[in-house]
């Protein structure tokens, strides 16, 4: 499970926001036996722009779905004390991680080779059909006249356009999370935080 900690393109006090609020959930997580990685996070001159974090844990799902939403921090402004503003807003995410891909994952079928190719051609199963079971991308490869032959240049095959596959997963993940910056609902917040001391609303 992925979970995007985000200040929404807001102001310096939303970024300080996403700092407190994220040292909340880490500690949350802990009581929870949650593991929690940081993958990356991006400062700000006085707290956090975002961070992507990866969960896991028998109870990640239930610390995932107290945290998504809105979060909204009630305070003076730390930075700006004449600030009539004292609603400060950043975002939590969740996103689906891409899987990894593994060689066990290929299935293989040998066939008799069809089409132009001369006297061998049709003789022996040399042509290869690889398939990826979890995407059910396949190729089929009958251009070397040895079965090993095939096979092998078929694995290459599979995982290049596999790769493909997967670059694409990271291109809409990537602009997922590139929205999400941009997508915040103020004003219903799912968790609300008060006071310099981050203090949490029940």
């Given at each position: 499970?992925?979970?995007?900690?985000?200040?929404?393109?807001?102001?310096?006090?939303?970024?300080?926001?996403?700092?407190?609020?994220?040292?909340?959930?880490?500690?949350?997580?802990?009581?929870?036996?949650?593991?929690?990685?940081?993958?990356?996070?991006?400062?700000?001159?006085?707290?956090?722009?975002?961070?992507?974090?990866?969960?896991?844990?028998?109870?990640?799902?239930?610390?995932?779905?107290?945290?998504?939403?809105?979060?909204?921090?009630?305070?003076?402004?730390?930075?700006?004390?004449?600030?009539?503003?004292?609603?400060?807003?950043?975002?939590?995410?969740?996103?689906?991680?891409?899987?990894?891909?593994?060689?066990?994952?290929?299935?293989?079928?040998?066939?008799?080779?069809?089409?132009?190719?001369?006297?061998?051609?049709?003789?022996?199963?040399?042509?290869?059909?690889?398939?990826?079971?979890?995407?059910?991308?396949?190729?089929?490869?009958?251009?070397?006249?040895?079965?090993?032959?095939?096979?092998?240049?078929?694995?290459?095959?599979?995982?290049?356009?596999?790769?493909?596959?997967?670059?694409?997963?990271?291109?809409?993940?990537?602009?997922?999370?590139?929205?999400?910056?941009?997508?915040i609902e103020r004003g219903n917040a799912s968790l609300t935080f008060v006071g310099k001391e981050f203090k949490r609303l029940i």
């Amino acid at each position: 499970m992925l979970l995007q900690f985000s200040s929404a393109q807001g102001p310096e006090e939303c970024c300080i926001a996403v700092e407190k609020a994220l040292a909340c959930f880490l500690q949350e997580a802990k009581s929870l036996h949650v593991t929690i990685d940081v993958l990356e996070s991006f400062p700000s001159k006085h707290g956090l722009k975002s961070a992507l974090l990866s969960l896991d844990g028998e109870h990640g799902e239930q610390l995932l779905q107290a945290w998504c939403g809105t979060v909204q921090w009630q305070c003076q402004s730390p930075l700006r004390p004449r600030h009539k503003r004292k609603n400060w807003f950043m975002s939590v995410t969740h996103f689906s991680p891409i899987q990894p891909i593994e060689d066990s994952e290929i299935e293989f079928e040998f066939i008799k080779a069809q089409g132009a190719g001369g006297q061998h051609v049709n003789k022996t199963d040399s042509a290869v059909r690889a398939k990826h079971i979890a995407t059910g991308i396949s190729v089929k490869v009958q251009s070397e006249r040895s079965q090993h032959a095939n096979k092998k240049l078929a694995k290459a095959l599979i995982h290049w356009k596999l790769s493909e596959y997967q670059s694409q997963q990271q291109t809409d993940l990537d602009k997922q999370r590139h929205l999400s910056h941009y997508q915040i609902e103020r004003g219903n917040a799912s968790l609300t935080f008060v006071g310099k001391e981050f203090k949490r609303l029940i």
